[in-house]
């Protein structure tokens, strides 16, 4: 080991030196010892991260230079820019990416800190004082600005602009574990994502015996976002359906969805909830969008029609959204973090899309409510479809004949509303307000208990 000369305060800085190349070599041989099939050359760089050990604390030519090195980086870079450099390196060790490098650095700059606020303490305390209080106050006034974002800014911002997190499957779906009061001109509502990244309950894939369970696959209409989460139709529902027969439904409306991502939603997520019943809420700019490769929320799968078959294009989807702020540990929940994210996302986004063949946008639609239909058969179930936006007569005259050609049963909600769709929709919206949601709930519940029975 080097030699300690305590007369100036040096510590043994060979073995500072050779610190990082333990920890990158302890992180290679717990990955080798618990994959299968690591490729050569991680097996190479651990035994070189071990060999550097080994050799630093060993080799006295190469131990008295580390521990000469030491010292002269020391003298030449202050305490303050060796905590700035060690906070950079923590965030990105915690952050899960660039395997051993971050570890390794975050051990040596962390170790340099310690031995450079310790000498510090010694010649100047004051100043080693002052500083900590500096940092101590301006994590005091960052977290309580973060407050502020959170209760003034995060409530004004759009549904797209903070609540949409990418999925490499489906395009993007709702930011998991988040809850957000959304307050604008015209609706207040207060939203709960779950861990999947659905507005729905946390509910167990297992399905009780005595219970009937309802799958809803759909787009904005189905999130509800201008209600409070009681307030969904698929939650009235439940709610009408309950004393007379024991229900759950379970949704996976996410705004911005067509039908191209409800069937795909559906194969990853919603067949493994075992649903009796599975309800397709179409509306009326679905179809353009089956056969584009991008919505203005991002980029997204798409299907494309050979003949009588479908084959998907674009999965996995590259994430373009997110910058990654708001995805670190530390910064999850930092209402700053998640505005940055969204904001630098911007540019990312591509919002223009290309005009659709309506005719083969249709064709695409027809496929996709077809291979929906046999593998909810295929699974056991029922499916059945309803449109959202009755009012516009083409869009649901061509669901209706879809779902005639399939023999699906195609429930009909325009008499929920009683002639007056303006009542129950937001001001300049076409999405339902609370009456709206209700109205739908309060229609749709006999026709899906005879459909249960």
């Known amino acids: 080991m080097a030699t300690t000369d305590r007369s100036n305060g040096r510590l043994p800085h060979a073995a500072i030196f050779a610190a990082p190349g333990l920890v990158a070599a302890l992180l290679g041989a717990f990955r080798i010892s618990s994959a299968d099939g690591v490729p050569a050359g991680e097996v190479f760089s651990t035994a070189l991260c071990a060999a550097w050990v080994v050799l630093a604390l060993l080799v006295p030519p190469l131990r008295r230079f580390l521990a000469d090195l030491g010292p002269f980086v020391l003298t030449r870079v202050s305490f303050v820019v060796l905590l700035l450099l060690s906070t950079v390196a923590l965030f990105g060790a915690t952050a899960g990416t660039g395997g051993r490098a971050w570890p390794a650095a975050l051990t040596l700059g962390g170790l340099l800190t310690v031995v450079?606020?310790?000498?510090l303490a010694r010649v100047r305390p004051a100043r080693l004082a002052g500083i900590l209080v500096f940092v101590v106050l301006n994590l005091a006034v960052l977290a309580a600005f973060d407050l502020v974002v959170r209760a003034v800014v995060l409530p004004k911002k759009s549904q797209n602009s903070l609540y949409i997190a990418h999925d490499p499957f489906l395009g993007w779906k709702l930011r998991p574990g988040f809850s957000v009061t959304r307050r604008t001109e015209h609706y207040t509502s207060t939203e709960t994502i779950n861990s999947a990244g659905f507005r729905t309950p946390e509910v167990p894939f297992a399905k009780p015996e005595?219970?009937?369970?309802?799958?809803?696959?759909?787009?904005?209409?189905?999130?509800?976002?201008?209600?409070n989460d009681d307030e969904t139709w698929p939650v009235r529902l439940q709610h009408h359906l309950a004393p007379r027969l024991p229900t759950e439904v379970v949704s996976l409306g996410v705004g911005g969805?067509?039908?191209?991502?409800?069937?795909?939603?559906?194969?990853?997520?919603?067949?493994?909830?075992?649903?009796?019943l599975v309800l397709l809420q179409t509306a009326a700019n679905d179809f353009e969008f089956n056969v584009l490769d991008?919505?203005?929320?991002?980029?997204?799968?798409?299907?494309?029609?050979?003949?009588?078959?479908?084959?998907?294009?674009?999965?996995?989807?590259?994430?373009?959204?997110?910058?990654?702020?708001?995805?670190h540990p530390f910064l999850r929940n930092s209402a700053i973090a998640m505005v940055l994210d969204a904001s630098l996302s911007r540019f990312a986004v591509v919002r223009e899309t290309e005009e659709a063949d309506p005719m083969e946008a249709w064709r695409v639609t027809a496929l996709l409510v077809r291979d929906l239909a046999g593998l909810v058969r295929a699974d056991g179930a029922r499916l059945a479809m309803f449109h959202a936006t009755p009012d516009d007569t083409e869009a649901d005259r061509d669901f209706r004949r879809i779902a005639a050609e399939q023999e699906i049963p195609f429930l009909d909600i325009l008499p929920a509303f009683g002639g007056d769709l303006g009542h129950h929709r937001v001001t300049r919206d076409k999405h339902w307000n609370r009456e709206g949601h209700e109205a739908v709930a309060r229609h749709l519940a006999p026709l899906l208990f005879d459909l249960l029975r």
């Open 116 to 119: 450079s606020g310790v000498k």
């Open 210 to 227: 005595e219970v009937k369970r309802i799958l809803v696959l759909g787009d904005s209409h189905s999130e509800g976002y201008t209600v």
């Open 257 to 276: 969805w067509s039908t191209d991502q409800e069937l795909l939603s559906y194969i990853h997520y919603g067949r493994r909830y075992a649903p009796d």
């Open 294 to 327: 991008r919505y203005w929320r991002g980029l997204k799968p798409r299907f494309r029609r050979s003949g009588g078959m479908l084959l998907l294009e674009g999965v996995p989807v590259p994430d373009l959204r997110n910058v990654g702020f708001a995805r």
